[in-house]
């Protein structure tokens, strides 16, 4: 065989390949999206942590139920911390996070599951994700103490998704993404590797659409080191076109999921001013 042909046909092997690997990961999108395997399990409740705790199964518009805790502050609090959080995570092992954050802020914390994770009922997919938004915005803006309350709307990595279509459609005092992506399209652009299918990749997760219709004052934070969601998304969300006054903290020495580790009492600072700005 001349090395003409052979060329070709190694050219030939990796178009299949390619094809082959993209119609993988097209199919899988939702596992890839949601891999609630690996936070299957709950690993403690608040009462580990010496806290009193309400237990809640919010119903989805197709009568699946989501797990969620509701943590009231240890004072009359006027603010309650909304935390949405990220992919590979549950209400438990994110909740030592959630609750440093609404300690901080002397808040309530409303924190609760996706579909299938853990607790939660159902399958998590794209398609319903933006409506158990809604369904959990839509019961705790009703509960009757909260009936005047600031929300703070917080979301990290997957979780920022959720937070921004909350703070693009309902009211809210704050908004905080941390971590997370300008919409999963720009998201695979920015990856090193995975930016060979940006051009097949359809618009799930439009953070960037939904970016526009935010009012609230916006705390993007952000490593600088990042290698899961390039920090090239802080950047990106910071420039969308949009009426909220946005506020960057980027921690250069941080990756995906040790920004507070990183910076402690600063991080928690940072948020507090944020939250308390006049």
């Known amino acids: 065989m001349s090395i003409k042909k052979r ?11 390619y094809f082959l690997l993209l119609s993988t990961l097209l199919l899988s999108v939702d596992s890839i999206i949601f891999p609630r395997f690996r936070a299957a399990n709950l690993i403690m409740t608040p009462k580990n942590l010496g806290l009193n705790y309400e237990e809640i199964f919010v119903e989805t518009k197709d009568s699946n139920k ?7 502050g240890k004072n009359t609090c006027e603010t309650t911390l909304i935390y949405n959080h990220g992919n590979a995570e549950n209400i438990s092992t994110a909740l030592p996070h959630a609750t440093a954050i609404a300690s901080k802020l002397d808040a309530n914390l409303f924190i609760y ?10 399958k998590p997919s794209t398609k319903t994700f933006y409506d158990d938004c809604d369904s959990i915005y839509n019961y705790l803006s009703a509960r ?17 998704a ?27 652009w920015f990856n090193p590797v ?29 490593g600088g080191r990042d290698g899961v969601i390039s ?12 009426s909220a006054k946005r506020s960057l903290y ?19 600072d940072k948020i507090y001013e944020f939250v308390n700005k006049e």
């Not at 060329?7 to 390949?17: E, G, P, R, S, T």
């Not at 599951?113 to 159902?122: L, N, P, V």
């Not at 959720?162 to 998201?187: G, Q």
């Not at 920090?231 to 949009?242: H, I, M």
């Open 113 to 122: 599951d996706y579909r299938g994770y853990a607790k939660s009922e159902g």
């Open 194 to 222: 995975l930016f060979i299918f940006y051009p097949f990749v359809s618009e799930y997760l439009p953070s960037s659409a939904k970016a526009s219709e935010v009012k609230a004052p916006w705390l993007i934070i952000h």
């Open 144 to 160: 009757p103490e909260l009936k005047n309350n600031k929300f703070v709307i917080y979301g990290r990595s997957l979780g920022g």
């Open 66 to 72: 989501l797990c969620c805790w509701y943590i009231a």
């Open 7 to 17: 060329i070709m046909k190694f050219i030939l092997l990796l178009i299949v390949a």
């Open 162 to 188: 959720a937070a921004i279509h909350m703070a693009s459609k309902y009211p809210c005092s704050r908004l905080i993404t941390e971590a997370t992506f300008v919409s999963v399209p720009r998201h695979i």
């Open 231 to 242: 920090v090239k998304n802080a950047y990106a969300l910071n420039e969308v076109d949009t």
């Open 250 to 268: 980027i921690v250069e020495e941080a990756a995906h999921n040790n920004v507070m580790a990183l910076r402690g009492n600063e991080y928690l």
